[in-house]
């Protein structure tokens, strides 16, 4: 009886032992997987930026801009005023 005590004594220390090491690893792997989904929800909000930008490149308002920064351009009814040098 009593090599039956020990024996499941044992057991019960090997098992604690790995339960602890078990723990140790979730806690590892949960802190891992709440920064993986911080990265993927930044990503989708910078999806969803670039998915705005290009909406907003194919505007009208988007070229009369860049036309007007680049390349210089006016619509017909607008005065430019230079200050002088």
Same mark, same amino acid.
Request: net charge negative; aromatic share 0%; glycine share 0%.
């Given at each position: 009886m009593f090599l039956v005590?020990?024996?499941v004594l044992m057991l019960l220390v090997v098992v604690s032992i790995n339960s602890v090491g078990l723990r140790r690893k979730q806690k590892a792997y949960q802190e891992k997987e709440? %920064?993986?989904?911080?990265?993927i929800d930044a990503e989708e909000?910078?999806?969803e930026q670039i998915e705005e930008y290009r909406k907003y490149t194919q505007t009208k308002k988007y070229?009369?801009?860049? %036309?007007k920064e680049k390349l210089g351009l006016v619509?017909?009814?607008e005065i430019i005023y230079k200050p002088e040098e």
């Open positions: 005590t020990i024996v709440q %920064a993986l989904q911080e990265q909000e910078r999806s070229v009369e801009e860049v %036309a619509n017909k009814d």
